[in-house]
Nanobody
Framework: QAQVTESGGGLVQAGGSLRLSCVVSGNAYKQYIMGWFRRAPGKEREEVALLDTHGGLKYADSVKARFTISEDNAKNTLYLQMNSLKSEDTAMYYC???????????????????WGQGIQVTVSS
């Protein structure tokens, strides 16, 4: 059973940067999607950035050119580098893994079977 743990959130001024980290343990699948989601107050959870084991990448339009997702396989860690932060990026951020899936299969959020508890990112204007 996989476990997902996020870190690195906090309070930052608009225009600043933060890097989120996500350690995944217990994943036995060689094929998977890992990614970041967020939920802002009063809104539904949305995809932010995803990557898979076959080189697939996907970003929400709202974060393209500002956020970068990456993975360190040796450390079982997923990162989200967030630059040029805006107040609308304020949300609870979640890391998740969809074991056995690839992005070209276009899985829904329901296919992400393990989630972290979330970490708050607050951008002050």
């Amino acid at each position: 059973q996989a476990q997902v743990t996020e870190s690195g959130g906090g309070l930052v001024q608009a225009g600043g940067s933060l890097r989120l980290s996500c350690v995944v343990s217990g994943n036995a699948y060689k094929q998977y999607i890992m990614g970041w989601f967020r939920r802002a107050p009063g809104k539904e959870r949305e995809e932010v950035a995803l990557l898979d084991t076959h080189g697939g990448l996907k970003y929400a339009d709202s974060v393209k050119a500002r956020f970068t997702i990456s993975e360190d396989n040796a450390k079982n860690t997923l990162y989200l580098q967030m630059n040029s932060l805006k107040s609308e990026d304020t949300a609870m951020y979640y890391c998740a893994i969809a074991q056995g899936w690839l992005l070209r299969e276009m899985p829904t959020q329901a296919r992400f079977d393990y989630w972290g508890q979330g970490i708050q990112v607050t951008v002050s204007s």
